[in-house]
């Protein structure tokens, strides 16, 4: 069973930058590709990106490609999500997910969750 626990979340205005982390434990951390998601209120949550357990490769929804960068440090079992140049539309509750087993650039692959972490933007 994967335990996940974002932080870092917060209130920005837009055109800043802030970094999301996300603990992981109760799995082979260095071998389960990690991702993150989003939901606006009144909105489906929507696939942020991915990063796969092997060579690090990353996919990133078009909203955030540019912006957003997922890394990943397994000596940590802790993955990042850097989001530069944020904009009103990216506020929503930011949720870390492990998908063992399945892709990393495959939202319905993902099967454990974070409780998330509210990130709201202002202008």
């Known amino acids: 069973q994967v335990q996940l626990v974002e932080s870092g979340g917060g209130l920005v205005q837009a055109g800043d930058s802030l970094r999301l982390s996300c603990a992981a434990s109760?799995?082979?951390?260095?071998?389960?590709?990690m991702g993150w998601f989003r939901q606006a209120p009144g909105k489906a949550r929507e696939f942020v990106g991915g990063i796969s357990w092997s060579f690090g490769w990353t996919s990133y929804a078009d909203s955030v490609k540019g912006r957003f960068t997922i890394s990943r440090d397994n000596a940590k079992s802790t993955v990042y999500l850097q989001m530069n140049n944020l904009k009103l539309d990216d506020t929503a509750v930011y949720y870390c997910?492990?998908?063992?087993?399945?892709?990393?650039?495959?939202?319905?692959?993902?099967?454990?969750w974070g409780q998330g972490t509210q990130v709201t933007v202002s202008s």
């Open positions: 109760g799995g082979t951390f260095s071998r389960t590709n």
């Open positions: 997910a492990a998908s063992q087993g399945g892709d990393y650039y495959n939202a319905p692959h993902y099967n454990y």
